[in-house]
């Protein structure tokens, strides 16, 4: 899911976990950007937090980024990330990154 424009509302993306995860559909998963793919101004939510509202508002499915650009991020500040979020998760996260 795309975090910009009416998704980077954080309330909207809460119900849509849940109601993802009353679906028993398997996975939430986010784009990790900074910048809309499209023209114009659109609000964009920061992945991790939207992910840890996912996180602490279902029980089963797998929440993650669907690809996180290891050269805009710092290696540390990720690892950090994933942890906390796959503590917080219960084990539910999956990590895909591109170098």
Known sequence: ??????????????????AADEARIDGVFVWDHVLSPVEGQWPIADPWVALAVAATRSR??????????????????????????DQLS????????AS
Do not use: H, Y
């Open 90 to 97: 219960g084990g539910r996260v999956i990590l895909s990154s």
């Open 60 to 85: 089963r499915i797998k929440v993650g980024p669907m690809v996180t650009p290891q050269a805009r991020r710092r290696l540390i500040n990720v690892s950090q990330a994933t942890l906390s979020l």
């Open 1 to 18: 899911m795309p975090l910009f424009g009416a998704l980077a509302d954080l309330v909207a993306f809460r119900d849509i976990a849940e």
